[in-house]
């Protein structure tokens, strides 16, 4: 994992799906053993972007956040469409997967 990046600098990083963290550790992205890309802003309760290796797909976290977390948003934003999803889906994505949530939404309905 490369440290010690400006938050402008994380962009190139995230954009190549490579782990990071910034100066104050208040950015950072890693692979889950989800097999997910995920970027987080102030830990791992609130991540900003995923990307599915089996989608290839980006997705956004669309619900209310701080100043700072608008500001790392803008920041890291990946140069690829993504669809917007609450937070809730995003952390299920960087914990379970994308197939364990399709499984769920198709045998249960569930929604996140």
């Known amino acids: 994992m490369k ?7 994380c962009r190139d990083y995230v954009t190549k799906l490579k782990p990071f963290q910034n100066k104050n ?25 995923a990307w599915v290796r ?4 980006w997705y956004a976290n669309e619900d209310r956040y701080s100043r700072t977390t608008g500001k790392h948003m803008s920041q890291v934003r990946p140069p690829f469409e993504f669809s917007l999803v609450s937070t809730s889906f995003l952390k299920s994505l960087a914990i379970q997967g994308f197939a364990a949530i399709a499984a ?3 045998t249960h309905g569930e929604i996140f």
């Open 25 to 49: 550790k208040t950015l950072y992205g890693d692979w889950t053993d989800a097999n997910t890309y995920v970027v987080y802003s102030y830990g791992s309760h609130f991540p900003i972007y």
């Open 3 to 9: 440290k010690g990046l400006t938050n402008w600098q």
């Open 54 to 57: 089996q989608t290839n797909r």
């Open 104 to 106: 769920a939404r198709v």
